[in-house]
T-cell receptor, first 113, second 114 residues
Framework: NAGVTQTPKFQVLKTGQSMTLQCAQDMNHEYMSWYRQDPGMGLRLIHYSVGAGITDQGEVPNGYNVSRSTTEDFPLRLLSAAPSQTSVYFC????????????FGPGTRLTVT | DQQVKQNSPSLSVQEGRISILNCDYTNSMFDYFLWYKKYPAEGPTFLISISSIKDKNEDGRFTVFLNKSAKHLSLHIVPSQPGDSAVYFCAASPPGGGADGLTFGKGTHLIIQP
């Protein structure tokens, strides 16, 4: 039982490049989400999904796309990377959208130059 | 406007003593509160929670106290152990908010001194 896994652990992009951050969970959780954590800031919600085929925007969605074609996977796409997207990204999951306690992945540290 | 505030970026406590981490909130609609613990290079892990119908919740060495009139909650760790050194995030949600309704504080870095 791996829990929530994220790849890659580290990534450096140039401004304007695109990439996909991968997230997978093996707990059959309905709810999945993406957060970013910046220095001196709390976790901020980017996008979330309450089930396969359903996604919605969080607090800071601009510049990011998501899709949820399966229960297990919830990739986060950066369409055209900007230095302001330099951050640590965490994927999380929980049984349902009504569950407050979430299980977090180990994070992806992204640097955009 | 920061709705969940953790005003101490860091806190140093001697091993064996009590650690008290504080969290203030401004949104009176919040009715469910959680604490997460985060080690370096790892994701946050859920620690303890409290609903607004309670004023205290205990789990082993960890106790969370809620003072609704003051819009204040605190996490007490007794006794503090070296493995408790981590960043602690306070989070809050309005009724029915669920996971997507959570607002997180900036975190407090707890350092347990031997």
């Amino acid at each position: 039982n791996a829990g929530v896994t994220q790849t890659p652990k580290f990534q450096v992009l140039k401004t304007g490049q695109s990439m996909t951050l991968q997230c997978a969970q093996d707990m059959n959780h309905e709810y999945m989400s993406w957060y970013r954590q910046d220095p001196g800031m709390g976790l901020r919600l980017i996008h979330y999904s309450v089930g396969a085929g359903i996604t919605d925007q969080g607090e800071v969605p601009n510049g990011y796309n998501v899709s949820r074609s399966t229960t297990e996977d919830f990739p986060l796409r950066l369409l055209s990377a900007a230095p302001s997207q330099t951050s640590v990204y965490f994927c999380a999951s929980s049984w349902t959208g009504e569950s407050y306690e979430q299980y977090f992945g180990p994070g992806t540290r992204l640097t955009v130059t | 406007d920061q709705q969940v505030k953790q005003n101490s970026p860091s806190l140093s406590v001697q091993e064996g003593r009590i650690s008290i981490l504080n969290c203030d909130y401004t949104n009176s609609m919040f009715d469910y509160f959680l604490w997460y613990k985060k080690y370096p290079a790892e994701g946050p892990t859920f620690l303890i929670s409290i609903s607004s119908i309670k004023d205290k919740n205990e789990d082993g060495r960890f106790t969370v106290f809620l003072n609704k009139s003051a819009k204040h909650l605190s996490l007490h760790i007794v006794p503090s152990q070296p493995g408790d050194s981590a960043v602690y995030f306070c989070a809050a949600s309005p009724p029915g908010g669920g996971a997507d309704g959570l607002t997180f504080g900036k975190g407090t870095h707890l350092i347990i001194q031997p």
